[in-house]
């Protein structure tokens, strides 16, 4: 199995939000002891519900393809999957995988919930309009999860990062490097997406507060291609106006590949923590900021469901508005340690994402 953590440090802010946890909760059992998985987890199970011992089988559904970033979340929840299918707890890994809407999502939730499935991880296309397939799973006694953007319904837990705050992080770097009466653009996700909106309305707020003008916004549908694309285009209508640009994660590099082509070195830009970006930020030889935004989301909330599955609960204060888990920001990428940051990333692909999945007993952390 890959490795769960990039870098020492990338976990040293989220096992000290564990560790605190940890020490509100008094641990795991009365002696702070974790408890077993399998049959053991299922005699041991507490307050969370009715435990059962496994083999469990997880489904999967994920409504977009079109990112490195989707592919290695699918590829991490397979290898943590793996790790449990060697304990005997889980016996089958059923994955949707398509480019697909909304109906087409709700599609695959009833497809999985038809194969029997015990839980969902779910990658949404929607904040709400798959609620009513929310509701028609759970009431089969399906444990669902939502990863990488939150959904409004109250069968699902989400388990993800705060994506407006994680959109904060950059966007104040950039007005801090701009200052009071600059012009910018944005180069965005796609269109209606939560996870887009989201983020784009984070970074909004920031640019509202610091006095920043955001003259004009793109969307590149996480892609790197379109992403320059989009940039090109905005540089031939706005390039004699604008101090910067605010990229997300996804589109960073081709935006970067396209200041670079045209010589515009000059405009400041966020980036993102992918190992292709990170080369072309050593090369390029700019200051500029990466934030890290772990695919491995999706294997974390698998622990979470195979837990939850035998019995566990996720303690209450942990939750925002009753179903969200926001799990904390891993480190920015930075240039002060960009070198390290590439170390780390050698080997592998462009498209690799620095990640993070958390370990079981980090899991534990968040439960009662």
Known sequence: MRSTRSRGRLLLGISTAVALV??????????????????????????????????FTIGVSNGFTGSEWRTQMLDNIQE??????????????????????????????????????DAIIINPNSPDALNAAFEEAAAEGVRIYAVDQAVTSEAVTNVVIDQAEWAKISARWLAEQLGEGAQIVGVNGIA????????????????????????????????????????????GQHGDTIDGVWAQDGVAEGVLRALIDEDRLDLTTTGEARAGYLRLWDEAGIDTIGVVNPPGVGATALRFALLELQGEAIAEDN??????????????????????????VEGQPDGYSVDVILSEEEVRGYLQ
């Open 192 to 235: 209606g997406h939560p996870a887009n909106e989201a983020r784009w309305g984070g970074a909004q707020e920031v640019f509202e507060e610091a006095g920043i003008e955001v003259v004009a916004q793109g969307n590149a549908n996480w892609s790197q291609a379109e992403g320059q694309t989009v940039m090109q285009e905005l540089l």
């Open 22 to 55: 940890l020490t509100a909760c008094g641990g795991n059992g009365d002696d702070g002891t974790a408890a077993g998985t399998g049959e053991e987890a299922g005699e041991e199970a507490g307050d969370g519900g009715e435990a059962a011992a496994g083999p």
């Open 80 to 117: 943590v999957f793996a790790e449990y299918e060697e304990q005997g707890l889980v016996d089958d890994l059923i994955i949707e995988s398509d480019d697909v809407d909304e109906a087409g999502q709700i599609e695959q939730i009833r497809n999985l919930v038809n194969q029997g499935v």
């Open 319 to 344: 939750l925002e508005n009753g179903n969200t888990l926001f799990l904390p920001l891993p480190d920015d990428v930075t240039s002060d340690e960009l070198d390290e940051w590439l170390a780390d």
